[in-house]
């Protein structure tokens, strides 16, 4: 691992599952090792998957079989910016597929429980616009949505 940080993903015994999965959703992303655990462990016995190194979109990650102590919360979620409607789409869709769950603004949790905010950049240059009446607008729209939707929020800026 060659960053200086490198945040880790604590997983109840899915953490080679879970990472085939994340690296499939976003280009520049890769598995680059799956580490067995040369002793029995609390999270598993000798041999078992103990840790899987893992770039996503370019970023250097752990997942660490640790058991079923820790879970993830929404303190700490991963935000991508996505190009358009269909990226947004098509994130949304196999994130929250088989157990994930849909929350506010665009956020949902995978079925692991990991939080995760699939952002359009167009949200973000209506919401941070000059004009604060067009940022409001898209701010209100966006309130009131589940998943990030482009068109609607091009409309509630449209007549401004």
Do not use: H
């Not at 996503?56 to 058991?67: D, M, P, S």
């Not at 990991?114 to 919401?127: D, G, H, K, M």
């Amino acid at each position: 691992m060659a960053d200086k940080i490198v945040p880790c993903l604590w997983f109840d015994g899915d953490a080679e599952t879970a990472t085939a999965f994340y690296v499939s959703l976003l280009p520049n992303s890769r598995i680059t090792a799956v580490n067995r655990s040369p002793v029995d462990t609390p999270s598993g016995p000798a041999g078992s998957v103990l840790t899987v190194q893992f770039v996503l979109a370019g970023r250097e990650y752990l997942a660490l079989n640790g058991g079923p102590n820790f879970r993830f919360t929404e303190a700490v979620s991963f935000m991508v910016m996505t190009e358009d409607q269909a990226e947004t789409d098509r994130l949304w869709d196999a994130l929250t597929a088989d157990g994930g769950r849909e929350n506010a603004c665009g956020w949902l949790k995978d079925r692991w429980g990991l939080s995760w905010q699939i952002t359009p950049r167009r949200l973000v240059e209506l919401t941070t616009d000059p004009d604060p009446a067009r940022a409001k607008a898209a701010m209100q729209a966006m309130m009131e949505m589940i998943k990030i939707d482009v068109a609607a929020l091009e409309r509630a800026v449209a007549d401004l």
